[in-house]
Nanobody, 127 residues
Framework: VQLVESGGGLVQAGGSLRLSCAAS????????MGWFRQAPGKEREFVAA????????DDADSVKGRFTITRDNAKNTVYLQMNSLKPEDTAVYYC?????????????????????WGQGTQVTVSS
């Protein structure tokens, strides 16, 4: 499956961005979807995940209350709404798809759970 992220850019602290990730497969609704990010010199870290139906979500503590993950299975797209952005949110953001696992947090926070990855989109938050 191919995943293509969009929506990144430069924003001032306190601002908002919405990232999108479009999947090429019509079986999109069978994937758990996740967002991860990687800042320069740091490891890729979990941001948020959403179950196949969209009913369940899991968020990293660092973004809880500021970021919201949603999905539209009819459009084969997952979104990450990012509000109250901080300079420490600056990173390349990646979406990922897991076609096999059951919805069992915190397994959804593990990079190796996901089989497919997008190329990433840069988010830069200025102070």
């Amino acid at each position: 499956v191919q995943l293509v992220e969009s929506g990144g850019g430069l924003v001032q602290a306190g601002g908002s961005l919405r990232l999108s990730c479009a999947a090429s497969e019509r079986t999109f609704s069978t994937y758990i979807m996740g967002w991860f990010r990687q800042a320069p010199g740091k490891e890729r870290e979990f941001v948020a995940a959403i179950s196949r139906s969209g009913f369940n979500t899991d968020d990293a503590d660092s973004v809880k209350g500021r970021f919201t993950i949603t999905r539209d299975n009819a459009k084969n797209t997952v979104y990450l709404q990012m509000n109250s952005l901080k300079p420490e949110d600056t990173a390349v953001y990646y979406c990922a798809a897991d076609p096999r696992s059951a919805w069992i947090p915190p397994n959804t926070r593990t990079r190796t759970t996901y089989d497919y990855w997008g190329q990433g989109t840069q988010v830069t938050v200025s102070s």
